[in-house]
Antibody, heavy 122, light 113 residues
Framework: EVQLVESGGGLVKPGGSLRLSCAAS????????MSWVRQTSGKGLEWVGR??????????DYAAPVKGRFVISRDDSKNTLYLQMNSLKIEDTGLYYC??????????????WGQGTLVTVS | DVVLTQSPLSLPVILGQPASISCRSS???????????LNWFQQRPGQSPRRLIY???NRDSGVPDRFSGSGSGTDFTLKISRVEAEDVAIYYC??????????FGQGTKLEIK
């Protein structure tokens, strides 16, 4: 059974930093592209960014609102995905989900989701 | 970036009655391989999003057949043939053709009237 478990959320002041983790199990994590998606009260679901696999050079892409402030990384030896959030703003407040991703034709694109971890910037 | 516009944003429905949600894209969602990567997601209160539909009309595993997707190009629709209490949720369309980024619609809140 595929499981994605996020952790690391909490209360942080504007301008602060936070690192989220997503522990994966039940599938070959090293072969999977992974995304972070957040849910904010004002904007519904918003894609944050994505990281590809080692074969794809661990390439990353980010949504415009977080580019330059957030960094996605992964540790395939630990089956764990990370989201380093810096220079946090009030509008970054929300529930952060990790989810499986892939090429458009891949069945895993945003198919498996974690339960989310809450980030409050105040 | 592509903009997805859902309507209505709020949808009160009587139990057992049909429901329909529209999703319109600012650009065609036909990919270079000829497929159209338009998904629908359901988010029940207090739960993580769940993918219901992929490539316009394909139901994901375990999705009841009362849910159906249709459309082409820039206009898409999610229909529920007979609404049940468990269908109370926010529904999002999402395009995967012009990625990154993944773009979601604003969401449609379905409630029981």
């Amino acid at each position: 059974e595929v499981q994605l478990v996020e952790s690391g959320g909490g209360l942080v002041k504007p301008g602060g930093s936070l690192r989220l983790s997503c522990a994966a199990s039940g599938f070959t994590f090293s072969n999977a592209w992974m995304s972070w998606v957040r849910q904010t009260s004002g904007k519904g679901l918003e894609w944050v960014g994505r990281i590809k696999t080692k074969i794809d050079g661990w390439a990353t892409d980010y949504a415009a609102p977080v580019k330059g402030r957030f960094v996605i990384s992964r540790d395939d030896s630990k089956n764990t995905l990370y989201l380093q959030m810096n220079s946090l703003k009030i509008e970054d407040t929300g529930l952060y989900y990790c989810a499986t991703d892939g090429n458009p034709w891949a069945g895993e694109v945003l198919y498996y989701w974690g339960q989310g971890t809450l980030v409050t910037v105040s | 970036d592509v903009v997805l516009t859902q309507s209505p944003l709020s949808l009160p429905v009587i139990l057992g009655q049909p429901a329909s949600i529209s999703c319109r894209s600012s650009q065609s969602l036909v990919y270079s391989d000829g497929n159209t990567y338009l998904n629908w997601f359901q988010q029940r209160p207090g739960q993580s999003p769940r993918r219901l539909i992929y490539k316009v009309f394909n139901r994901d595993s375990g999705v009841p057949d009362r849910f159906s997707g249709s459309g082409s190009g820039t206009d898409f629709t999610l229909k529920i043939s007979r609404v049940e209490a468990e269908d109370v949720a926010i529904y999002y369309c999402k395009e995967g053709t012009h990625w990154p980024p993944h773009i979601f619609g604003q969401g449609t809140k379905l409630e029981i009237k």
